[in-house]
């Protein structure tokens, strides 16, 4: 066991900091989340996600779509 410890300390220990990274990288993800900040802009015209879902989260936090063109 000790042998196979030791040849393979190099990738155990990369392994482990790929994974340390990754989890510090969605932890930080999750926090933006939930403080309210995002990627987007603003700009809905230039956004290929907004008009895959049909409406787009402005930076005043708005919605902007079909269901808020209607209302208008």
């Given amino acids: 066991m000790l ?3 030791s ?3 190099i990738n ?3 392994v ?4 340390l990274i990754v989890g510090l990288l969605i ?3 999750i926090r933006d989340k939930k403080a309210g900040r995002s990627s987007c802009g ?5 956004c290929g996600g907004c008009s895959s879902r049909g409406r787009c ?3 005043s936090g708005r919605m902007n779509g079909p269901s808020d063109s209607a209302s208008r």
Avoid: D, P, T
């Fill in 3 to 5: 042998a196979w410890l």
């Fill in 7 to 9: 040849a393979n300390l």
């Fill in 12 to 14: 155990i220990v990369l």
């Fill in 16 to 19: 482990a900091v790929i994974v």
């Fill in 27 to 29: 932890r930080s993800m």
């Fill in 42 to 46: 603003g700009n809905c015209a230039a």
């Fill in 57 to 59: 989260e402005a930076a």
